[in-house]
């Protein structure tokens, strides 16, 4: 997806126009996307943080947390005609809004929304789309009693991961957390 930022002139937004209004750009302090968010909407703006939904190991197994989809970059606009972009600098959490030279940079409103689908789409998503773990890979059991063992996915779901083995002769299921398995070069 390109993503094209404009060098235009803001114009005032009349009544019932915000939809089409543009979204400024600003660069956040490093890891403070949400304190920047917060302290945007604190001051009356409306401030939009793109983000996708991952999958950490946790003790627990597969946890999902939501990452930023731009890591510091996140997007702003007025809430209401006359209110000045320049306080943003000053605002906790963030470095600077981007400009083209003196001309703030904007994003075209058909543009975020083609960003807000993308990331509906992708947060949407299962473990068992998103795991490496797919049915038929080969993998080796770790940080278990059958330490070296290998096997095939069977399925995947947020907090196991089943396999086939070959056990005592016969082939068995085996269910795992996903920190136990690792996959094999393929």
């Known amino acids: 997806m390109n993503i094209a930022l404009s060098r235009v002139e803001p114009s005032e937004p009349s009544k019932g126009e915000s939809d089409e209004q543009g979204w400024y750009v600003a660069y956040t302090q490093p890891q403070r996307e949400q304190l920047a968010q917060i302290n945007l909407t604190l001051q009356g703006f409306e401030a939009y943080l793109c983000q996708y939904k991952t999958f950490k190991k946790s003790p627990d197994g597969l946890m999902a947390v939501l990452q930023p989809m731009f890591p510091r970059y996140i997007f702003f606009r007025p809430t209401h005609a006359g209110q000045s972009i320049s306080v943003v600098r000053s605002t906790r959490g963030i470095s600077f809004v981007l400009r083209f030279g003196l001309i703030p940079a904007l994003l075209k409103p ?10 509906s789409a992708q947060n949407q998503v299962d473990v068992g789309e998103t795991s490496p773990f ?22 995947v779901s947020s907090k196991r991961v089943t396999l086939l083995i070959q056990l005592l002769g016969r082939e068995k299921k085996l269910q795992l957390e996903h920190h136990q398995v690792e996959l094999l070069d393929q």
């Open 110 to 119: 058909e543009e975020l929304r083609m960003i807000k689908a993308l990331e």
């Open 134 to 155: 797919q049915p038929g890979l080969r993998v080796r059991l770790q940080n278990c009693g059958l330490n070296g063992l290998e096997g095939l996915v069977h399925s």
